[in-house]
């Protein structure tokens, strides 16, 4: 699959955000502890920019998901990493790639809740609120998108992609 032509956010329009939404971040923790989660793959590049932009003492940690569902996901998510540093009573930030049905996030929240934090709130990159199944906001969304396959930055389409620095749609498939 090919890229369309002009990208849908250039490298600049996405640093611009992320250093708007670290700035959030960082007034609203404000004197607390906290710690970032990443969720594995997708928002390896965001999550470093991110905590790079806030500028304040963080730990980072790292969590995987798979979601075994074929294309439309069913809702079977798993844990396949997460956290080694202890969450119980501490101020945990997830970053996310994007919601989509909110699936991923929702299951995510869940498993996380059982460590009993003192606070989960979610950071996600992209976000196709037409797309929900399962209701969920994030706290922070850097781009709020329509229904479009979204790739580079981190977000990959068969493991392809994630190198660029800008995001990009895919192009329709063509008969040739
Ligand atoms: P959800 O559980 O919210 O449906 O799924 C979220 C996951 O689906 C994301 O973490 C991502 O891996 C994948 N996904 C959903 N939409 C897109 C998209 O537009 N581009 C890419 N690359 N992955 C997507
Ligand atoms: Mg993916």
């Known amino acids: 699959m090919r890229l369309n032509a002009t990208p849908l956010y250039t490298p600049d329009q996405i640093q611009a955000r992320v250093e708007a939404l670290a700035g959030e971040i960082r007034r609203d923790y404000a004197g607390r502890d906290l710690v970032v989660l990443a969720v594995l793959k ?4 965001f999550t470093a920019d991110l ?3 806030m500028a304040r003492e963080v730990e980072v940690d790292c969590v995987r998901a798979r979601s075994y569902a074929g294309t439309a996901s069913t809702g079977d998510v798993r844990f396949t990493l997460l956290p080694e540093i202890p969450i119980a009573g501490r101020h945990v930030l997830v970053v996310e790639d994007i919601l989509d049905t ?11 809740g059982e460590e009993r934090p003192a606070s989960i709130t979610v950071c996600t990159l992209l976000d196709k609120p037409t ?3 399962v209701p969920i906001e994030a706290d922070y969304v850097g781009f709020t998108i329509p229904d479009h396959f979204v790739v580079g ?4 389409h068969d493991e392809r992609h994630r190198e660029l620095p800008g995001l990009w749609t ?4 063509r008969d040739e």
Not at 42 to 45: D, E, K, R, V, Y
Not at 102 to 112: K, M, N, P, S, V
């Open 42 to 45: 997708g928002a390896l590049f």
């Open 51 to 53: 905590v790079r932009a």
């Open 102 to 112: 909110g699936r991923t996030a929702t299951a995510l929240l869940a498993r996380l």
């Open 131 to 133: 797309r929900r199944v």
């Open 153 to 156: 930055y981190g977000l990959d």
């Open 170 to 173: 895919l192009a329709p498939e």
